[in-house]
């Protein structure tokens, strides 16, 4: 058996303050010492995470490569598996650099723990790491591993999305979500939309005057689209799942909310003087203007991912 390569995908370590930062050096309060002691907590947890795999590494037949997150530009190829030690986010940001011809494995290196959470509730937000599409922890690294380097794990394929601008498509196809919306989120955004299916439309104009638009693939309906008021998806299914955000005078307007079924797309004209769309959180930001059309589609990539096993019972 030939020997597998592997791409080792970190979240940074200085994600979270030190104590020993300039930034907190003035904070002296026992609560705050709390805080920051928990932020430690937090790093050195990581820390041991990304040791404890590495380890795990050196036992098998497999060669890897170590990146940071934050310093991956390229597109990831000449590897078989992509494994991110982090959280969720580490995971989105390495799928922006991927095809479906590498499955991906997302190890979630800080959980929440719920004790930990219910004794600081009333000091501060003592939330962990989610780890939506993480599956796995420490706890069961090896056994993931050994299952998918035996072939007796199989990846299941997480639909993305397409994004046209000016139909132009973007490089980068979101497996959660997008939010388009005026830079402020003061000022109203002003946009009209409309869903197409094969070239004919199905749905009457809708003009918005809003916060702007959120919309979600399966994978992304349980992040801040259920926050939003959105509904869960199952996570195999290629719709989107659409919402605009705080509509004036919405009315008995049902189309502010609906789905893009797998055979159609979202047509987006933008009237606000400027816009961003930004792509699986606030990291990767694409500008927009006055007149831009864009177009929202299930027709992206699957990617390839391990999944959680809740998923797949």
């Known amino acids: 058996m030939a020997r597998r390569r592997l791409l080792l995908l970190l979240k940074p370590l200085d994600v979270y303050p030190s104590h020993q930062s300039d930034k907190l050096s003035r904070f002296t309060s026992p609560k705050m010492t709390q805080v920051i ?98 599956a796995a922890t420490i706890k069961n690294f090896e056994q993931m591993l050994d299952d998918i380097l035996e072939n007796r794990a199989v990846p299941s394929e997480v639909a993305r999305m397409s994004i046209n601008v000016n139909s132009k498509q973007l490089s980068i196809f979101p497996l959660n979500d997008v939010l388009i919306a005026h830079p402020c989120p003061a000022t109203v955004s002003r946009f009209s939309f409309r869903i197409w299916r094969e070239g004919d439309q199905c749905s009457p104009l809708l003009n918005s005057r809003s916060s702007g638009l959120r919309v979600s693939t399966a994978a992304g309906s349980t992040a801040a689209m259920l926050s939003a008021g959105g509904f ?82």
């Open 232 to 313: 869960p998806m199952p996570i195999l299914s290629r719709d989107l799942q659409y919402l605009v955000r705080e509509p004036i005078s919405p009315g008995a307007n049902s189309s502010v909310h609906g789905v893009v079924k797998s055979n159609e797309s979202m047509e987006i004209k933008w009237f606000s003087e400027e816009g961003l769309i930004y792509i699986d959180g606030s990291h990767v930001v694409f500008s927009i203007q006055f007149g831009d059309m864009i177009e929202l589609s299930p027709k992206a990539p699957s990617l390839n991912v391990f999944l959680p096993s809740h998923f797949l019972s």
């Open 37 to 134: 002691n928990y932020l430690d907590n937090r790093r050195t947890v990581h820390s041991n995470a990304i040791n404890f795999c590495q380890n795990i590494l050196k036992k098998k037949f497999v060669d890897w490569d170590t990146v940071y997150r934050s310093n991956l530009s390229q597109p990831i190829r000449d590897v078989d598996l992509v494994v991110t030690i982090g959280g969720d986010g580490t995971l989105l940001q390495a799928s922006h650099f991927m095809d479906n011809s590498i499955p991906i494995l997302g190890i979630n290196s800080d959980p929440t723990k719920a004790e930990e959470v219910e004794e600081h509730s009333e000091d501060f937000d003592a939330t962990r790491s989610t780890g939506h599409l993480c």
